[in-house]
């Protein structure tokens, strides 16, 4: 293994023979003890590796880069083909931003996979049988960091859920089901709430799993899913859900497991792939040799798979298993039953070098098989769908005395004129008018949708199988005659009807 330090640029090797290059970032905290742990591992075990350092983290951030990242760190990273990333230290106070965030969606990197196995009895687990691996879409979702406070009260974040977005992640944990000789893959969403974005999940899920008749596929809402999760875990195989519950299934498989130390992820886009350990720089620990290096060789391994040396990551698994099965366990292992030998990380590192070749004797040895590319996916292309405009959705920010809906409702309903009509307001999603209850407590921030008052086309759209088309001017007019009446709009929302189908949401009791 070599390893290069200089950031001159240069071109990757085509011939197997020369050893791809990797990018190595040791990261704050335990991240050096942890990384040179795991690179002697490899090393020992053979690993065929070019490695070229990055520098990003907790120096980098307050050098003045507030994503923790230098420009000729990017170009490293964007040069090589994988990226083993030490944990990072973000430092606290305002203006720092996620430097795991700003490359996940950077380099598009758009499925977040941990697999997630007990140990026991060697590492305490209530779950001996579980073994199951987590692909949580890595881009979308909640995370895509949009967010705007409206009004004195009310602020908000954008979910968004992109058809390609899904498709992608999906078709990935299925191509990993399949490679990887797993039986089942589930899907979690909450699209009994959300049936627009979830939704949109749900049925790329189901359209997809139609093309794997081999692999078994269900799928959970995924509060009872997250439930299942905690309960009965070895019930489970692969897991693809979106951004945000797979941030937080990912962290209760881990702990159920038994394993937060122990646990691996791989960051997987279609050019550059970032492997690392789950846990973070830990700096309660950071220079006394003790923290655990596993969670990191663990990602090391899933690296090994991704560039094709999967014997490699097979050998150091069962050396690892063969490690923690004789009692060298790091002090966040220990237990008084199965620990003979309290080891420091470069105690462990060396015991798991001793151990490479050989294969556990209780715990189920590491199989890789022939799996040595990296799984490519292809989203389909989809015709372009025919879009018709059919309403607005106008915010308001209005406080005015006691926030009676109905004073809104005929002030807006004299406004709206002809072309449009006032067809209810919510508040907090909740209808209010008319006919709302007074019991629903109000905000100042009001959703007031307006539909085509076209009253005979409106005859028709009853039933929702027709909705009549209203235009921009229509729309534009509106809001300049609610300027001009004091109105504050914050923002507005188009109605859309998508290939014949009502593309919103309809108001809660509309
Ligand atoms: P943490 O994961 O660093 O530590 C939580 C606890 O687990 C601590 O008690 C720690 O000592 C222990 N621990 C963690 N890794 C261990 C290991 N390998 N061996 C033994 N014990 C280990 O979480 P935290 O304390 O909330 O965060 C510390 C810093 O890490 C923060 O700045 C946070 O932003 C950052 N962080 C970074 C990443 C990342 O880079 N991917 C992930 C999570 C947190």
């Not at 994988?82 to 990197?109: D, E, H, M």
């Not at 298993?321 to 292992?333: F, K, Q, S, V, Y």
């Not at 509106?478 to 923002?491: A, C, S, T």
């Amino acid at each position: 293994m070599q390893v290069k330090t200089s950031f001159q640029p240069d071109v990757q090797p085509l011939s197997t023979a020369v050893p791809p290059r990797v990018t190595v970032a040791y990261g704050d905290g335990i991240g050096r003890e942890i990384m040179e742990a795991t690179l002697s591992i490899l090393d020992a075990a053979g690993a065929k590796l070019e490695i070229e350092e990055a520098r990003i983290g907790e120096e980098v951030y307050l050098e003045g880069h507030s994503s923790g990242i230098s420009p000729e760190a990017w170009e490293v990273i964007r040069r090589n083909k994988a990226f083993l990333k030490g944990p990072i230290t973000t430092p606290q106070g305002g203006g720092y931003k996620s430097l795991n965030v700003t490359i996940r969606k950077a380099l598009g990197l758009y499925a977040n996979v941990r697999p997630c196995r007990a140990y026991t009895p060697f590492v305490e687990s209530n779950f001996p049988d579980m073994d199951l691996v987590v692909i949580r879409e890595n881009e979308e979702d909640l995370y895509a960091g949009i967010e705007h406070q409206q009004t004195a009260e009310v602020v908000q974040c954008l979910k968004l859920v992109s058809r390609p977005g899904c498709e992608r992640v999906i078709r990935y944990a299925f191509e990993y089901a399949r490679a990887y000789g797993r039986r089942k893959v589930t899907c979690m969403t909450k699209d009994n709430i959300m049936k627009h974005t979830d939704g949109l999940f749900h049925q790329v899920f189901d359209e997809v799993a139609r093309e794997y008749p081999e692999i078994e596929a269900t799928h959970y809402i995924i509060d009872i899913g997250a439930a299942l999760l905690a309960g009965r875990p070895e019930k489970f195989d692969v897991v693809v859900t979106l951004n945000l519950y797979g941030d937080i299934i990912s962290d209760i498989t881990a702990q159920v497991a038994g394993s937060v130390g122990l646990g691996g992820s791989a960051n997987v886009g279609d050019t550059v792939a970032m492997f690392e350990a789950i846990h973070g720089s830990a700096p309660d620990i950071a220079g006394k040799d003790v923290a655990n290096p596993s969670g990191l060789l663990h990602a090391a391994c899933m690296m090994l798979t991704h560039i094709g040396q999967p014997a490699v990551a097979e050998r150091i698994q069962n050396a690892l298993l063969c490690t923690l099965e004789d009692g060298i366990h790091t002090p966040d292992l220990y237990n008084e039953a199965f620990t003979k030998h309290r080891a420091g990380t470069r105690e462990f590192s060396q015991a798991v070098i001793e151990r490479l070749g050989k294969l556990p004797r209780k715990l189920k040895a590491v199989q890789l098989g022939e799996q040595s590319q990296p799984i490519q996916v292809k989203v389909k292309p989809r015709p372009a769908a025919t879009k018709t405009l059919v309403g607005v959705d106008v915010f308001l920010d209005w406080a005015e005395g006691q926030r009676d809906p109905n004073e809104l409702g005929r002030e807006l309903e004299r406004i709206a004129g002809t072309a449009l009509q006032l067809k209810m307001i919510t508040n907090r999603g909740v209808k209010v008018y008319p006919n709302g209850f007074p019991e629903t407590f109000c905000t100042d921030h009001w959703r007031c949708r307006f539909v085509s008052g076209d009253s005979r086309v409106n005859q028709q759209a009853k039933g929702m199988s027709f909705t009549a088309p209203v235009t921009y001017g229509e729309i534009t007019a509106l809001l300049q005659r609610l300027n001009e009446e004091g109105y504050d709009f914050i923002k507005i929302e188009n109605l859309y009807q998508i290939d014949g189908q009502r593309a919103y949401s309809l108001g809660q009791g509309e």
